[in-house]
């Protein structure tokens, strides 16, 4: 058998390889499948991490189906779908591994890796590089990705980073000070559900929106009061916010506008060209503003939502769990509409 630098055989080499959940083509749940790949060599910057948990979230099920995210259908403005469109692949899918936010166990370490060691628990987020349906992953170790919050199980862990880093950095721009009012459109998803949470750790007295299904999950979370869309325009009550986070865009300033307090921002984490030509008009005529903004997902943040998580501002609740061969199973069940938190999928077990 002939060697390698690693003094390792090349059938050896070709061996090590991982279950993962792949996708060739776009589509609907069903295009997931339980295949064997490569398991990835971490380059020296890097930790190559067993994945104990991922997650389903919004971002899973956009890639999974991109084919059918028309411009009109995208939550941005045109430039962003043809961005995203040759990102995730035109025809087919270029990046086939799905999962963005994980938790799980460093399992080897690149040598000039100073921030890990082997058998770290750590949690973190991949963005748009996805992989973490898979039982194995390389992060940077200066990617996001950080020692998992000890108040957190794996699975609480990996359904945190995504959402809890986007809405801290879109509401700590917002200078939310006690006594404010805040409404998040949408707070039962993974960006709001967070949301809730922060605008409360920063004193504010906080409504949530979200369809029936979720009205006491977002209650549990810390909402001063829920309202349910199916049932309530928020923006008929006559109630005044100084802050409306519309997660996605379900509303628009014209809507949200008589109720805004006379400063009050109307934020978007989706948006059009229109919001930002919005933004600019805004921002150069006083008074109420729309705002939008992109987060960058980075580690500094990770690093800010565990302190918060250790404190105890920030909660995860694992509405269901689903081993990785039932990738299928758990994007149906997410794309039902039906879930009271986050859906995890358990790539393993721990023993
Ligand atoms: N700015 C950034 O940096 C950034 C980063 C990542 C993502 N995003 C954007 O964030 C959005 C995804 O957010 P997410 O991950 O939190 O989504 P998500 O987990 O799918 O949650 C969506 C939320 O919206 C609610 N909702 C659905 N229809 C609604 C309606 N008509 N009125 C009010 N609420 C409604 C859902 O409630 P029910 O489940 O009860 O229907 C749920 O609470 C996307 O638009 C994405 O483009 C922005």
New binding site residues.
Partial sequence: MSGNKNGRGQAEIMEEKMKAIVYTEYGPPDVLKLKEVEKPVPRDNEILVRVHAASV???D??ARNFKEISPRK???PLLFWVFAKLLFGVRKPKTTILGNEFAGEVEAAGKAVKRFKVGDPVFGYRGQSMGAYAEYLCMPENGAVAIKPAAMSEEEAAVAP??AI??L??LRKQDIRPGQKVLV?????????AAVQLARHYGAEVT????????DY?KSLGADKVV???KEDFTNSGEIYDLIF??????SFSRCKNSLSPNGRYL????KTRELWQMLWTAMKGGKRVI??????NLEDLLSVRELIEVGKIKTIVDRRFPLAQAVEAHRY?EL???KGSVAIIVEERR
């Fill in positions: 979230n919004y971002g099920i956009l995208f939550n941005m995504y959402g986007m809405a950095y879109l459109n949408g707070a039962s998803g993974g960006i709001g559900s949530g929106v979200c369809g029936a299904p979720g009205q977002v349910d869309y199916g519309d997660i996605l865009g379900k509303s978007r984490a989706s948006f939008c903004l992109l987060a960058p997902g997410v509409g039906q879930k």
